[in-house]
Antibody, heavy 125, light 109 residues
Framework: EVQLVESGGGLVQPGGSLKLSCAAS????????IHWVRQASGKGLEWVGR??????????AYAASMKGRFTISRDDSKNTAYLQMISLKTEDTAVYYC????????????????WGQGTMVTVSS | QSALTQPASVSGSPGQSITISCTGT?????????VSWYQQHPGKAPKLMIF???DRPSGVSNRFSGSKSGNTASLTISGLQAEDEAVYYC?????????FGGGTKLTVL
């Protein structure tokens, strides 16, 4: 079964740091870009950023509001992607999802069909 | 880049059709055909319903259809059913980022 499982969420104080993990199974992780998307309670989806695969030099991209504070990395030997967050603010409180683009047997599309269950991050004193 | 603009809510009776709009700019929605739509039920992860403006993944009902005109994309759900009640998000994939709409709450009356 194709699956993404996030972990590492929790309660952190403003200004603190947290590192989330996204464990993949059921597909060739090393061939796949991984994106992170967050959702504050009762709010909409917000793209955080993505990391591409080795042929693309593990290139990363981030939403403007998170650039400089969030870092996405990956360990293909562990089939795991990470989201390192520093200088956290109360407004970073959200469920964080990792996701992968929709791929058929012949093509990959610019849409996401594999999502994890999400991990909750609460930034509060 | 700003989020895409969707109506906050729409409603319809079972069997009816509804359309949800998603307005962006020529730099996102109007600039390519990488518009997708997601359905999200409470407490669940989003589910892909439409990709590339109007294509449906295998397993998604043909009651769901998508289109685009200029900088506005649309999702139409025909033959409304109770289980369609959810929040729907549009998304536009650009060369530098991914944008989402604010979400539209669909109520099936």
């Amino acid at each position: 079964e194709v699956q993404l499982v996030e972990s590492g969420g929790g309660l952190v104080q403003p200004g603190g740091s947290l590192k989330l993990s996204c464990a993949a199974s059921g597909f060739t992780f090393s061939d796949s870009a991984i994106h992170w998307v967050r959702q504050a309670s009762g709010k909409g989806l917000e793209w955080v950023g993505r990391i591409r695969s080795k042929p693309y030099n593990y290139a990363t991209a981030y939403a403007a509001s998170m650039k400089g504070r969030f870092t996405i990395s990956r360990d293909d030997s562990k089939n795991t992607a990470y989201l390192q967050m520093i200088s956290l603010k109360t407004e970073d409180t959200a469920v964080y999802y990792c996701t992968r683009r929709f791929c058929s047997s012949t093509n990959c599309y610019f849409a996401f069909n594999i999502w994890g269950q999400g991990t909750m991050v609460t930034v509060s004193s | 880049q700003s989020a895409l603009t969707q109506p906050a809510s729409v409603s319809g009776s079972p069997g009816q059709s509804i359309t949800i709009s998603c307005t962006g700019t020529s730099s996102d929605v109007g600039g390519n055909n990488y518009v997708s739509w997601y359905q999200q039920h409470p407490g669940k992860a989003p589910k892909l319903m439409i990709f590339d403006v109007s294509d449906r993944p295998s397993g998604v009902s043909n009651r769901f259809s998508g289109s685009k005109s200029g900088n506005t994309a649309s999702l139409t759900i025909s033959g409304l059913q109770a289980e369609d009640e959810a929040v729907y998000y549009c998304s536009s994939y650009t060369s530098t980022s991914v944008l989402f709409g604010g979400g539209t709450k669909l109520t099936v009356l």
